[in-house]
C-alpha cells in the first residue's frame, strides 16, 4: 500500500466545501504485485508502463480515486502535481493543507514538484517515493547502528510506508461554473420550511432512457439543493420516483422538473452541460398525469420520528416496475388514460346499473353476464393482495397477487372468456403498474376497450378531495402507499382482518421485530398489546432486545419502579414451561431464550441513532456484544485491543467481560497499557465519535450498567460529540478493569508500531478489528507477525466479513440479477459501486486468511459476518 496525502489548493478548498475527512486527506492507493521493485530502478530510465487500472500506474486510474475522495470535485476543473513528504522538527508527516500553498517547493526533502499529465509521470512519482522511503528506511538503521547520525531515525518511524503527497490545484485555464439555474432564482432555504410534502411520479419516454446512469447523476445533481429526500428508480424503460420535498420549496422544484422538450436558442451551453438536455427527453412533458402530490403535508416534526425515508436514492436497475415478462412492450400503446372524475362518474354509474338490475354492488368473479347485460365494465385492483386487504374500489375485483409478475397468468385465467371488446378498467396505486397491465391486455390479450385510472390512487384522493369534496369516494378504506406511512386513509370503512385477532382492521404495518418484519393488517388493540410485533414470540423477542418496556416478567421493571411484576408460580410459569410461546424459527427460540444486554447498552445504542445517525448500523448489537463480552470474560488475562472504538458500544461490552474475567483470576491491580491486569485499549480517528464513546463508558464507570447508568446516558446532548479534545483518556470499572481511549490518525501505523515494541507494551489476549476493510490483511500480519502485540494462542475478532451477503456474489466473480425481484436494500447494495468494491476485498481477505497456516479460522453467520481467528 502507498499513502497518499492528497492536498487542494485554497481555492479548491473553499469551493467544494470540504469534509473532515477531505480537509484531512489521507487516502491509500493499493501496490500492484507487477509495479517493480524501487531498489532496482532509477528514477531517470524507469520502464514506466502505461496503462493498467492501478491508481499509482494510470493518470486516469488516480483521478477516478481523486474523484471518489473528492464528492463534489468537477471534472476539468483542476490539475495534478505530487511531491514527497516534508517532516516537522520531531520527524511527523506534515498534514496541513497550508503546505499546498507553498510556491517554493526548494524545502521538500524530495527537492520540488512533478506535474503528474501522463501514465509515466504518475508511475514516475510513485517509484520515486517508494526510493525516498527506502532510503530514510536505510539511514535510519545505519543511524541505529552508529554508522550516521540519528536525524532521520524520527522520520522513517512516524512514515510507516511509502509516502507520496498529491496536490489538486485549480485549472486557471477551466472554464467557469455554470450559472445558477433560473428556478434556484430567489428560491428560499428549504431548512426554513416547516411541512414536508410527499409526491410521486413516473415516465415511460417514447425513446427510453438512453443513458440511465448518467441520468441518475444528473437527478442526483439538479435535486440536491431542494434537500429532497426519497427512492428513484431509473431503467431504460423509464424512471420512477416517490419523494418527500420540504413544501417551501415545492414550486421551484416543480419548475426543475418540467424542463422543456429542447433547449431555447437562448440557453447557454453551461446548462446543456448540468443535464437539462437530457433530463428534457425523459421528464418535462413526458411525466405521465404530472406530478402526484400529497394533499395534506406533514409538519417537519412529526416527518421526524419516523421519516418515509432517509436520503434521496436515486438507483439505476434494470426495470421500473419489474414484470417478469419475457420481452418488453410498447408503454406507449397501453389503453385509455382516464381521468379521476371521468374514473370518479363512470363507477359511481355502474353502481346505479348494476343496483338497478339486481345485481348487487359487488361485483366480482363469476358476474360476468349480469356485468354484461347492464354494460358494467369489469374493473380490476392491479395491486398485491395486501394492499387491497385494507382498501379498494367499488365494484372492483383484486388480482390478489403476491407480487407484481404474478399479474400475467391470473389475467389469462379471469378474462379467459371475456369478450375482446368487454370494457375494462384497471388501476393501482399511483398509475404505473397498470400502463404495463393495460399494455398486456392490448397488446399481447388483443382486448380493446381497455383503460386505466390517470395517476392511480393516489391522484384520485387528491383529486377528488380538490374538485369535487362533496362527492362520496368510490374508494373505501386506505389506500397502502410504498413508504414508512404505509396508508393514508381515504374512508373511515375498515375491510381487512386484523392477523392477531380476525377483528375489522384498517392498519397495515410490518412486525416491530426486525428478523421477522411480516407485513400484517392489524388492529389498534392488538398492535398496542402486542408491542407492534405479530405474535407472542415476536413480542417476547423485542422485549428481550431492549426495544420495548418490559411487562410480565419476573424480578423487576426496566422502566425502574423496583417493584414485583409476577411471581415464577403464576405468570411466569407458562413462560418457564414453554407452553403457549409460538416460535417461527431456531432463531427466534434462540434469542428468547438468551439473557439480554443490560439497559446501559440499550441506550448506548439509542444515542447512537440520536446523535449519530448516519452511523447507526455500526453498532455491534445485542447478540454480537453479548458474544464479545462472553469471550472477554472466558479469556486468560482480560486483556482486549479494539481498533475501532466508534460509540464505545463493543467497548463497553469488552470493558464488561474484562471486568468478569478478572474477579474470575482474582486479578490485585488494574491493567494498563504497559501491564497489569484486565485491560482495554481502544483506538479511533474520528473525535466525534470518542467524544460519544468516553461520555458513555464515562456512566458506566462512574454508575454502572444498569438503570441509573441508562437514565444517565439518557441526557446526553449533541454537545458530547465535542467532548474529546486531548488524544487519550482513561477508565476503571469496578476497581478492577481499566480502559484507555487513543486517537490515532492511522490506527494501522500504530499497531505496526506496537508490534515493533516501540515503546514495549503488554500483549493482549483479543484484538477486534472493526476498520478500514481494506487493510484487514494488513492487520493480521502486523498482529500474527510476532507475538508482541497478541498472544501466541490469541483471538483476532474481523467483523463484517460478510458484507451485506455480497461476498456470495464477489465469490462467483458476478452479480447475479436474474431470479426474484430483489428488495430495494438488496438492489441499492448490488448497484451500489462501494459496496461492490468492499465485497470483492473482503471476499480475498477472507480467502487469504483461510488459507494462511499461522491461524485457525472459525466464519460466523451472525449479524454481518464475525470471524473469529485464532493465531496459532
Known amino acids: 500500500m502507498f499513502a497518499v496525502k492528497v492536498v487542494a489548493c485554497s481555492a479548491l478548498r473553499e469551493e467544494l466545501r470540504m469534509t473532515g475527512r477531505e480537509k484531512r486527506g489521507r487516502m491509500f ?34 483521478r477516478r480515486t481523486i474523484h471518489e475522495f473528492f464528492r463534489r470535485l468537477r471534472k476539468s476543473t483542476y490539475v495534478l502535481s505530487a511531491s514527497l513528504p516534508t517532516f516537522d522538527e520531531d520527524g511527523n508527516v506534515l498534514t496541513h493543507a497550508e503546505d499546498s500553498d507553498d510556491d517554493d517547493c526548494d524545502g521538500r526533502d524530495g527537492g520540488g514538484t512533478w506535474k503528474l499529465e501522463s501514465d509515466d509521470d504518475v508511475r514516475r512519482a510513485f517509484v520515486r517515493a517508494e526510493e525516498f522511503f527506502l532510503e530514510r528506511r536505510r539511514s535510519a538503521a545505519a543511524a541505529v547502528a552508529g554508522d550516521d ?63 440511465p446512469e448518467r441520468t441518475a447523476e444528473v437527478l442526483r445533481r439538479l435535486w440536491r439543493p431542494f434537500r429532497a429526500l426519497g427512492r428513484v428508480y431509473v431503467a431504460t424503460e423509464g424512471i420512477n420516483a416517490q419523494m418527500a420535498v420540504p413544501t417551501n420549496v415545492l414550486p421551484a422544484f416543480f419548475r426543475c422538473c418540467a424542463l422543456p422538450s429542447s ?75 382516464m381521468p379521476p372524475l371521468e374514473w370518479h362518474r363512470t ?15 359487488g361485483g366480482g368473479v363469476g358476474d360476468d353476464d349480469t356485468f354484461a347485460a347492464a354494460s358494467i365494465p369489469i374493473v380490476l385492483d392491479c395491486r398485491n393482495g395486501y394492499e387491497t386487504q385494507v382498501g379498494k374500489f367499488e365494484l372492483a375485483e383484486p388480482l390478489d397477487t403476491e407480487n407484481f409478475r404474478e399479474s400475467w397468468d391470473v389475467l389469462r385465467e379471469r378474462l379467459r372468456d371475456v369478450p375482446k371488446d368487454a370494457p375494462i378498467m384497471t388501476y393501482c396505486t399511483g398509475g404505473i403498474r397498470c400502463v404495463k397491465v393495460n399494455a398486456y391486455l392490448t397488446q399481447e390479450m388483443e382486448f380493446t376497450n381497455v383503460s386505466r385510472l390517470a395517476g392511480g390512487v393516489v391522484a384520485y384522493d387528491r383529486i377528488l378531495g380538490e374538485q369535487a369534496p362533496d362527492e362520496e369516494p368510490m374508494f373505501k378504506g386506505v389506500n397502502f402507499v410504498f413508504d414508512r406511512r404505509l396508508g393514508r386513509k381515504i374512508t373511515d370503512d375498515k375491510l381487512g382482518t386484523c392477523y392477531t385477532c380476525g377483528a375489522k382492521a384498517s392498519l397495515i404495518s410490518n412486525c416491530r421485530n426486525d428478523n421477522c418484519h411480516r407485513r400484517m393488517v392489524q388492529c389498534e388493540t392488538c398492535g398496542g398489546s402486542y408491542l407492534g410485533t405479530c405474535s407472542e414470540a415476536c413480542k417476547t423477542r423485542v422485549i428481550n432486545a431492549g426495544m420495548a418496556p418490559m411487562k410480565n416478567l419476573v424480578g423487576k421493571s426496566s422502566c425502574g419502579d423496583g417493584g414485583p411484576i409476577a411471581s415464577i408460580e403464576d ?45 447507526a448500523h455500526m453498532v455491534s448489537g445485542s447478540v454480537q456484544g453479548r458474544l464479545l463480552t462472553t469471550l472477554a470474560s472466558v479469556s486468560r488475562g482480560g486483556r482486549i485491543l479494539e481498533i475501532g472504538t466508534f460509540t464505545g458500544y463493543a467497548t463497553a461490552c469488552f470493558l464488561l467481560g474484562a471486568a468478569q474475567a478478572g474477579m474470575s483470576l482474582g486479578a490485585d491491580a488494574v491493567g494498563t497499557r504497559y501491564g497489569g491486569g484486565p485491560f482495554v485499549l481502544s483506538l479511533e480517528r474520528d473525535r ?19 438503570e441509573e447508568g441508562a437514565t444517565k446516558l439518557r441526557d446526553i446532548g449533541p454537545d458530547a460529540k465535542d467532548s474529546f479534545t486531548g488524544d487519550t483518556i482513561s477508565f476503571v470499572y469496578n476497581n478492577v478493569a481499566g480502559c484507555e481511549l487513543l486517537r490515532v490518525n492511522d490506527a494501522l501505523a500504530t499497531l505496526e508500531e506496537m508490534a515493533s515494541c516501540n515503546p514495549t507494551q503488554a500483549a493482549f489476549d483479543i484484538v477486534f478489528v472493526d476498520a478500514d476493510k481494506t487493510r484487514l490483511i494488513d492487520y493480521v500480519n502486523a498482529l500474527v507477525s510476532n507475538d508482541r502485540v497478541l498472544k501466541r494462542g490469541g483471538l483476532i475478532l474481523v467483523d463484517n466479513v460478510l458484507w451485506k451477503g455480497l461476498v456470495l456474489d464477489a465469490s462467483s466473480n458476478g452479480y447475479d440479477s436474474g431470479g426474484d425481484e430483489p428488495s430495494e436494500d438488496e438492489e441499492s447494495l448490488r448497484r451500489n459501486r462501494r459496496a461492490r468494491k468492499l465485497a470483492n476485498k473482503m471476499h480475498r481477505f477472507n480467502s487469504a486468511v483461510v488459507r494462511d497456516d499461522r491461524v485457525e479460522v472459525l466464519m460466523m453467520n451472525i449479524r454481518d459476518g464475525l470471524s473469529l481467528i485464532r493465531k496459532r
Open 263 to 337: 433547449l431555447s436558442s437562448s440557453s447557454s451551453e453551461a446548462e446543456a452541460d448540468d443535464g437539462q438536455y437530457e433530463l428534457s427527453n425523459v421528464l418535462g412533458r413526458h411525466v405521465e398525469n404530472g406530478i402526484n402530490v400529497d394533499p395534506v403535508p406533514v409538519d417537519v416534526e412529526e416527518f421526524a420520528t419516523d421519516p418515509p425515508f432517509r436520503n434521496l436514492h436515486v438507483r439505476v436497475r434494470a426495470q421500473i416496475v419489474a414484470d417478469g415478462l419475457e420481452r418488453p412492450l410498447n408503454w406507449q400503446n397501453a389503453g385509455y388514460d
Open 29 to 62: 492507493v493499493e501496490r500492484p504485485a507487477d509495479f517493480g521493485a524501487a531498489e532496482s530502478l532509477g528514477s531517470d530510465d524507469i520502464d514506466a508502463r502505461a496503462g493498467g487500472d492501478d491508481a499509482c500506474t494510470s493518470v486516469s486510474a488516480l
Open 571 to 615: 405468570e411466569g410459569k407458562e413462560e418457564r414451561t414453554g407452553e403457549g410461546a409460538i416460535y417461527s424459527s431456531l432463531d427466534d427460540y434462540s434469542l428468547a431464550h438468551s439473557t439480554g444486554s443490560p439497559p446501559l447498552f440499550r441506550e448506548i445504542e439509542s444515542n447512537t441513532k440520536r446523535l449519530l445517525p448516519s452511523g
Open 347 to 361: 363507477l359511481k354509474e355502474a353502481r346505479e346499473r348494476l343496483s338497478s338490475s339486481g345485481g348487487g354492488g
Open 688 to 706: 466525534s465519535a470518542l467524544g460519544l464513546a468516553s461520555s458513555h463508558l464515562r456512566v458506566m464507570t462512574q454508575d454502572g450498567i444498569g
Open 149 to 211: 547520525d540519528a536525524s532521520s531515525t524520527s522520520t522513517t518511524t512516524a512514515m510507516r510506508r511509502p509516502t507520496l503527497v498529491v496536490h489538486v490545484t485549480k485549472d486557471p485555464n477551466a472554464s467557469p461554473p455554470p450559472p445558477t439555474p433560473s428556478y434556484l432564482v430567489g428560491m428560499p432555504d428549504p431548512r426554513a420550511s416547516t411541512t414536508i410534502t410527499m409526491l410521486s411520479f413516473y415516465s415511460f419516454p417514447p425513446g427510453g432512457v438512453p443513458d
